[in-house]
């Protein structure tokens, strides 16, 4: 299913996943908001969450410990993306 039409039943459910895998509450806003929006740099998707950049950045890095999120920076600009939420629901 193409993520815009994901609906706010399907969202919480992801959302109560990601709770399941103990990510704190600024990780799951960070991975709906990366979800939502696509590939973007860790401040864009922080300030989309009404988050710090440094808290942006431990929620991220809680998100890619966990191998929900990935990072490139091949670009010479680092960004992220949120991985499918077949995997997170996978889990």
């Known amino acids: 299913m193409a993520k815009d039409h994901y609906h706010a039943l399907e969202l919480?459910?992801?959302s109560d996943a990601l709770g399941q895998l103990h990510a704190s509450s600024n990780a799951i806003s960070f991975f709906l908001?990366?979800?939502?929006?696509g590939k973007a740099t860790?401040?864009?998707?922080?300030?989309?969450?009404?988050?710090?950049?440094s808290s942006g950045y431990l929620a991220c890095?809680?998100?890619v410990d966990l191998g929900?999120?990935?990072?490139?920076?091949?670009?010479?600009t680092k960004v992220v993306l949120a991985k499918?939420?077949?995997?997170v629901l996978a889990r």
Do not use: F, V
């Open 61 to 63: 890095q809680q998100l």
């Open 12 to 14: 919480t459910q992801l």
């Open 68 to 76: 929900l999120m990935d990072e490139d920076a091949s670009s010479g």
């Open 84 to 87: 499918s939420p077949k995997s």
């Open 33 to 37: 908001a990366s979800y939502k929006t």
């Open 42 to 53: 860790i401040g864009q998707i922080a300030r989309l969450c009404q988050m710090d950049r």
